[in-house]
């Protein structure tokens, strides 16, 4: 595993860790604060003079420190990814980052910007995850980068662009002109926004630790197109081939010949005359 995806990726849990210590602590610290009712940023609102409480400047550095963290995160998760949607993901995923830093710089005692910044911020957080799952589910599909990203991905989307759309028609101003103390018991934007951003982190973190395994390392091609499979080519089955069978050629019979019968000669017979003894002369 590389050191630069390790560094990356306890850079994205960390940020993670930083904005849930900061927000635990200052949720504590706060008399009448209640997650039911109230609005992130409203931690971060210094009660007279900008800067001039000890209590939301903690929250909003950290914030800062969270979103800035984040940002690096998704700078390293883009390295190497050259498709079009892979880096829009990675540039909105950056953007996001800056804005929830922004968020910590220009409060809700800048009520009319604050409002601007945070529309952004999860119309940002939205398009990031839109095109992460476009981009997942075009280039390495689910198996590769996990069902739960995916799922994560989603969810905050969703809530992500009805938490933008309630900030856009005007909504936010009108409830946080009412105090805490009298507003009621529960409020379901102010849930919304909570759970907006803390899964916004909770997909950092899966991405964050995907890279640490060394899992998130793919690079998709450069059409951003899942490469076609490949099917396993059986080889064609031989037939067995049986030689054909072969007759025992006989050679041909051979008659015995029999060798000619030689006819006995008959020697001829030499007849002799009687030669009368009594004319022969000695």
Not at 4 to 22: D, E, H, M, N, R
Not at 58 to 81: E, Q, R
Request: one cysteine or more; aromatic letters at 10%.
């Amino acid at each position: 595993m590389s050191k630069s995806k390790l560094s990356f990726g306890i850079i994205g849990i960390a940020g993670t860790v930083v904005l849930l210590v900061i927000s635990l602590i200052s949720i504590i610290g706060h008399e009448s604060y209640s997650l039911l009712n109230g609005f992130i940023t409203e931690l971060g609102k210094y009660p007279a003079v900008y800067l001039g409480s000890s209590a939301q400047l903690t929250f909003n550095i950290g914030l800062v420190v969270s979103g800035l963290l984040l940002s690096i995160f998704m700078i390293g998760y883009g390295i190497k990814k050259d498709t079009p949607l892979f880096v829009a993901t990675s540039f909105f995923g950056v953007l996001t980052g800056v804005l929830i830093a922004a968020q910590g710089v220009i409060t809700l005692n800048v009520a009319s910007t604050h409002y601007v910044f945070t529309f952004l911020l999860f119309l940002s957080a939205a398009l990031t995850c839109a095109l992460f799952i476009v981009s997942t589910l075009l280039s390495d599909g689910p198996t590769r980068s996990g069902l739960a990203d995916i799922l994560v991905a989603f969810a905050a989307g969703v809530v992500s662009i009805i938490f933008a759309v309630f900030v856009q028609i005007g909504n936010m101003p009108r409830i946080l002109s009412v105090p805490i103390p009298l507003r009621i018991a529960v409020i379901p934007f102010a849930i919304v926004q909570w759970a907006g951003l803390l899964l916004i982190f909770a997909f950092v973190t899966l991405l964050a630790v995907r890279m640490i395994m060394g899992n998130a390392e793919y690079v998709p091609n450069a059409a951003g197109v899942k490469p076609p499979k490949t099917k396993d080519v059986k080889p064609p089955k031989t037939k067995d081939v049986i030689p054909p069978k072969t007759k025992d050629v006989q050679p041909p019979k051979t008659k015995d010949v029999k060798p000619p019968k030689a006819k006995g000669l008959k020697i001829p017979k030499f007849k002799t005359k009687k030669s009368d003894d009594r004319n022969m002369d000695f």
